[in-house]
């Protein structure tokens, strides 16, 4: 017996298509929290994906003439520009409620969040100077190419998450509640347990921390099969 309705053509209904998709992206953002947190605590005390902190960082250290959080600012912003152009599409955008090219850039996002964890066991979780820079550099990259991902379903994102955290308070602000504000509640969430999750595992079992990573990112690769053969217009992203 199928668990939700189905449409005429025997495939999934519209709204389940919808509700999945969003689930899907709710568990990448704790990918991306993770990542963040763990560029932060061990990698220079900067992020992976919130380039706006990282931009700030640059012109505050040309204010105060320290060199060294230019440079892991700099490694983060070129990876995540380098992760963003990777992942970006190429030609025409694929009319689906999860496009094949959403799953190809994140199979990249998981291949290069795969070579972060081997760098990662192989210090033990304490980077040094130069290890540091191409771990951020790895991180930064996996989160460029994850937000070029999820920007091809639409108006949605689980790496940058101002206009997401915006958008929530002027829908509480007007009384206005609806799929996609639950959508972005959970995707905060999200954010926030993965950090946390990372930050513990840092400190109590380090190398176990690749696993928050890459897990919730294998869930989302495998989950999404079941969507790439939806047309988009059955279930947009708003």
């Known amino acids: 017996m199928p668990a939700g309705p189905v449409d ?13 998709r969003d689930r899907l992206l709710v568990v990448l953002a704790v990918t991306a929290g993770a990542t963040d947190a763990t560029a932060f605590e061990r990698l220079g005390h900067v992020f992976a994906s919130v380039i706006t902190g990282n931009l700030i960082l640059l012109g ?10 230019a440079l892991f ?4 912003i070129a990876g995540y520009v380098l992760g963003v152009f990777a992942g970006a599409p190429r030609g025409e955008r694929d009319q689906r409620v999860w496009p094949v090219g959403a799953s190809v850039a994140l199979g990249l996002d998981l291949a290069l969040l795969l070579v972060f964890a081997v760098g990662w066991e192989i210090v033990g979780g304490h980077p040094g100077r130069a290890m540091q820079v191409i771990l951020l550099t790895m991180g930064s990259g996996a989160m460029g190419v994850q937000s070029a991902a999820v920007r091809r379903l639409g108006n949605v994102s689980t790496t940058y998450l101002t206009s997401t955290l915006t958008g929530l308070v002027e829908s509480l602000a007007i009384r206005r509640w609806s799929p996609s504000h639950a959508r972005a509640l959970g995707i905060l969430v999200a954010a926030v347990a993965g950090a946390a999750g990372a930050t513990a595992l840092i400190l109590y079992a380090g ?4 696993g928050v990573q890459l897990l919730p990112l294998a869930v989302v690769l495998i989950g999404s099969r079941r969507l790439i053969t939806r047309p988009r217009q059955d279930a947009t992203v708003s």
């Open 8 to 20: 005429n053509r025997g495939g999934m209904a519209a709204h389940d298509a919808q509700r999945i």
């Open 207 to 210: 190398a176990w921390l690749p």
């Open 60 to 69: 505050v250290s040309a204010g105060s003439r320290d060199a060294l959080p």
């Open 73 to 76: 600012a700099g490694c983060a």
